[in-house]
């Protein structure tokens, strides 16, 4: 089984930026392809960024060029770096592992309002 937990929400204006972290279990976290996904009040969670365990990365048109995935394997952790947020980047943040399975956190919640 494997546990995540996400921390870095908040409340930040328009402009601002947060970076959002999520903490991993499991021995084969090098083996993960990890993501964050969002979801908004009466919408379906969607893809923010992936980051394969060869480092290649992906992202949502929507914030390509604002968003940054990393990880850090001896850490087990990935991150998220968001700069440039705007008021629709509102919502609660998921962490995903994928290793024969898939492994949700429990969200975060980012505000981004004036």
């Known amino acids: 089984q494997v546990q995540l937990v996400e921390s870095g929400g908040g409340l930040v204006q328009p402009g601002g930026s947060l970076e959002l972290s999520c903490a991993t279990s499991?021995?084969?976290?090098?083996?993960?392809?990890l993501g964050w996904f969002r979801q908004s009040p009466g919408k379906q969670r969607e893809v923010v960024a992936t980051?394969?365990?060869?480092?290649?990365?992906n992202y949502a048109d929507s914030v390509k060029d604002r968003f940054t995935i990393s990880r850090d394997n001896a850490k087990r952790t990935v991150s998220l770096q968001m700069n440039s947020l705007k008021s629709e980047d509102t919502a609660v943040y998921y962490c995903?592992?994928?290793?024969?399975?898939?492994?949700w956190g429990r969200g975060t919640q980012v505000t981004v309002t004036s």
């Open positions: 995903n592992a994928d290793y024969i399975n898939s492994y």
């Open positions: 980051i394969t365990r060869e480092f290649d990365v």
């Open positions: 499991g021995s084969a976290f090098s083996l993960y392809r």
